[in-house]
């Protein structure tokens, strides 16, 4: 069975980190490129970042770059979001997905074709 789950969010106080990780199972994960989305409250859901398959390309949201690091273990079957120097408006469900097309149009969701249900991340004081 296909499948991505997401682990790792909670509550954590403003300027504080997370480690959010992304297990796929029935498939082989270093095969796509790996995409992290989020859903704020009352927003439609922001594409953050995107790593490729195999040789460490990555994209960044302006909105997360320089405090989100994106990486993946591929003999693990893992990804994962470095969440750093949190802030309130970060609080959102947080999202792993994948993708087979690597490009400047990486936070299109219409790529990605597996999603995990998503982890809660809650920053507040």
């Known amino acids: 069975q296909v499948q991505l789950v997401e682990s790792g969010g909670g509550l954590v106080q403003p300027g504080g980190s997370l480690r959010l990780s992304c297990a796929a199972s029935g498939f082989t994960l270093g095969h796509y490129a790996i995409g992290w989305f989020r859903r704020a409250p009352g927003k439609e859901r922001e594409g953050l970042s995107c790593m490729s398959s195999r040789d460490g390309r990555t994209y960044y949201a302006d909105s997360v770059k320089g405090r989100f690091t994106i990486s993946r273990d591929n003999a693990k079957n893992m990804g994962y979001l470095q969440l750093n120097g949190l802030k309130p408006e970060d609080t959102a469900v947080y999202y792993c997905?994948?993708?087979?097309?690597?490009?400047?149009?990486?936070?299109?969701?219409?790529?990605?074709?597996?999603w995990g249900p998503g982890t809660q991340v809650t920053v507040s004081s």
């Open positions: 997905a994948v993708t087979n097309i690597f490009g400047s149009e990486w936070s299109d969701e219409e790529r990605y074709f597996y």
